[in-house]
């Protein structure tokens, strides 16, 4: 068979071309079409940043007609803004694609119109030859997940804060609770106090009078009797218990019936050194080394000077009962501003202090045998006492409370078994 002319071969290479040209053109036709039927936007951009082909949903994105958008510069058909502001053009997700960056993905506002919407927007460069280079962009709209998740966001902050409300609640139940018990406590331990006061006191008007006719007895005996050396060894040992027992019922009507205070202004420096000079020989007997650490300048309180005293004096003698071996007995005083509430301190009206007052606090503290804690709670209670039978009433921590807490002011005490004790009292200062 002979070869074909030149017409009829180029005739058939023409429709040979045609074909493909259409099959093509239907296969691009198809292409478009599914991804015109994709939710997201997506936009192919020329190496000049200008719209090279888009599909439906980008044109429905910024609402422009066809021919406004093809060769327009994406930029502009698309501004964006983060946390209300707009982008610049040189940091737009296209510009930095085109710049060279090979991906750049971000979530940015876009304003259509009066809504303000939220895309997802990620351009890539794309090779399809090596004279040819793209970028594809590709536009989520996210903008009602956003909202869901604002809408969880707000809802797991609003759960937190109500369970930290809940939580604080409770704290301040339980607070109220624990206030609430150891008022509870405090009255109870008070009608005690009061049942224990009267009892003390009949019992101890009662006791004084025989004591009074045995130490006018002994009296008589050793004035108006002649007596043996051994008859009046006997007589010395009657009278120091009959002194003893009736110094006993002085502090039991001291405990239930206090003195009335004769308060003035004073400097309670001076109420320290006399309290210190009264036992000052027991002191060097008992080989206690005293430590006196005393601000220079201390503001001026009202006391009965002869009460506060008494009170010094008990928590000295205290001390150096409790260093049977010697030891170190250290006084302080000084001005304090209270910084925080606590007990007796601003958290009930009938507290004595206030926060931001300032106070006076003197301290007396030894290097003795301490008092085991499960005792510690029990010392101011009336008759309670850590010391050997014979030793002591157990009223002079609770006549020394009685005395500070009618000044107006707190006493409180620490103590670490075999290390020491430490009694803190706190002042009201002068007005």
């Known amino acids: 068979m002979g070869a074909l002319p030149v017409e009829d071969r180029a005739s058939h290479m023409s429709d040979a071309l045609s074909t493909q040209e259409g099959e093509l053109r239907a296969k691009l036709g198809k292409l478009e079409m599914a991804l015109s039927a994709i939710v997201d936007a997506i936009v192919w951009v020329r190496e000049d940043g200008k719209v090279q082909w888009f599909n439906a949903p980008f044109r429905r994105l910024v609402g422009r007609q066809h021919e406004e958008i093809l060769e327009a ?7 964006l803004e983060q946390d209300g502001r707009r982008l610049h053009p040189n940091v737009h997700p296209v510009a930095l694609a085109l710049n060279g960056k090979p991906n750049s993905v971000g979530i940015y506002e876009f304003r259509k119109g009066d809504q303000q919407i939220v895309l997802e927007v990620l351009a890539a460069r794309v090779r ?4 040819e280079m793209s970028t594809v962009v590709a536009i989520r709209d996210i903008t009602e997940r956003k909202r ?5 966001q707000r809802l797991a902050a609003a759960a937190s804060a109500a369970a930290a409300a809940a939580k604080k609640r409770a704290a301040e139940l339980d607070k109220a609770y624990q206030e609430l018990k150891t008022t509870q406590g405090m009255l109870i331990q008070a009608e005690k106090m009061a049942a224990i006061g009267q009892l003390a006191s009949g019992i101890a008007h009662e006791v004084k009078n025989p004591l009074g006719v ?14 043996s050396e051994e008859q009046t060894e006997v007589l010395s040992l009657i009278k120091e218990a009959v002194k003893r027992a009736d110094k006993i019922a002085r502090d039991v009507l001291n405990f239930s019936r206090p003195a009335s205070l004769e308060l003035k202004a004073c400097a309670i420096s001076q109420v320290l050194e006399d309290s210190l000079t009264l036992v000052q020989k027991q002191l060097a007997v008992k080989n206690i080394e005293v430590a006196k650490e005393i601000a220079p300048v201390l503001p001026v309180v009202m006391i009965d000077e002869n009460q506060m005293k008494q009170v010094f ?17 250290s006084i302080r005083c000084y001005p304090k501003p209270l910084t925080e509430r606590s007990h007796g301190i601003g958290r009930r009206v009938t507290d004595f202090f206030q926060p931001r007052e ?32 014979g030793e002591g009433t157990g009223l002079g921590l609770t006549i020394t ?13 620490e103590s670490e078994e075999g290390k020491g004790t430490r009694v803190t009292i706190t002042l009201p200062i002068a007005k």
């Open 313 to 329: 004096i008990n928590l000295i003698v205290n001390a150096f009962q409790a260093m049977p071996s010697g030891g170190r007995l």
């Open 214 to 227: 045995i130490m006018q007895g002994i009296n008589y005996l050793e004035l108006g009797v002649e007596t």
């Open 73 to 79: 510069e994406l930029i502009d058909l698309l501004p």
């Open 148 to 152: 869901a998740e604002e809408r969880q």
């Open 401 to 413: 409370r009685a005395i500070v807490d009618a000044h107006r002011g707190l006493i409180a005490i």
């Open 128 to 131: 399809f030859s090596k004279q």
């Open 358 to 389: 300032t106070a006076l606090v003197c301290e007396v503290e030894d290097t003795g045998i301490g008092i085991p804690q499960e005792k510690l709670a029990r010392v101011f209670d009336p008759f309670f006492t850590t010391k050997p039978p």
